[in-house]
């Protein structure tokens, strides 16, 4: 989108929608209030001889205003989003299978499980579960609620969606190495 004095088009336009709007609104209350009989001066006599259609003037505006800003809104949202996705992806590729293994039951129960059920994933124990949870929380990926002697584990909100669930995936990530590439390269070449 390009930039009108370090302002962009649509925020500009909107801005002249809402101003346009409230413009007429106001010019609107103002004659009826002050001209409720209709005898108001000649400048001002249009407006109350074509006051519905200035209201339906004020109807297009209004609906064309809020398309505008969800528009820009809606951009600027979706753009933050996959930069969260993103880094999202990031931060999976820096945790170990068993930090990810925990993410993902996190995941499957709407971002809160209890450290017991933790302790319960395969080759987990609950020393195992204890540290890798507290040098999660000390990562700040989740945080941990005391309610007496149940840990409750959740994800940290900036890690979730509106579902509860992460913002991104917990499978493996796929680490190529060199004799990888190599392989590839063969099997393409060889075909």
Do not use: W
């Not at 801005?15 to 209350?29: A, D, E, P």
């Not at 809160?112 to 507290?134: N, V, Y």
């Amino acid at each position: 989108m390009e930039k009108l004095n370090g302002v962009s088009k649509s925020i500009f336009l909107t801005l002249v929608l809402v101003s346009c709007f409230i413009f007429l609104i106001t010019l609107l209350v103002v004659v009826f209030s002050l001209y409720p009989n209709g005898d108001a001066p000649e400048l001002l006599r249009p407006v109350i001889e074509y006051h519905t259609q200035l209201m339906v003037m004020m109807a297009i505006l209004g609906v064309s205003t809020g398309f505008f800003v969800y528009r820009t809104l809606n951009a600027k949202i979706e753009k933050q989003q996959k930069v969260i996705q993103s880094n999202m992806e990031l931060i999976m590729r820096f945790l170990s299978a068993e930090e990810r293994e925990i993410l993902n039951l996190l995941n499957e129960k709407q971002g809160r499980t209890t450290q017991s059920e933790i302790a319960k994933l395969p080759g987990m124990s609950r020393l195992k579960a204890h540290r890798l949870i507290k040098k999660m929380e000390e990562r700040r990926l989740i945080h941990i609620e005391k309610y007496g002697k149940i840990n409750m584990i959740r994800i940290v909100d900036e890690l979730q969606d509106n579902s509860g669930g992460l913002k991104a995936s917990v499978e493996q990530p796929k680490i190529l190495s060199l004799a990888d590439e190599n392989k590839e390269e063969d099997q393409t070449g060889s075909q």
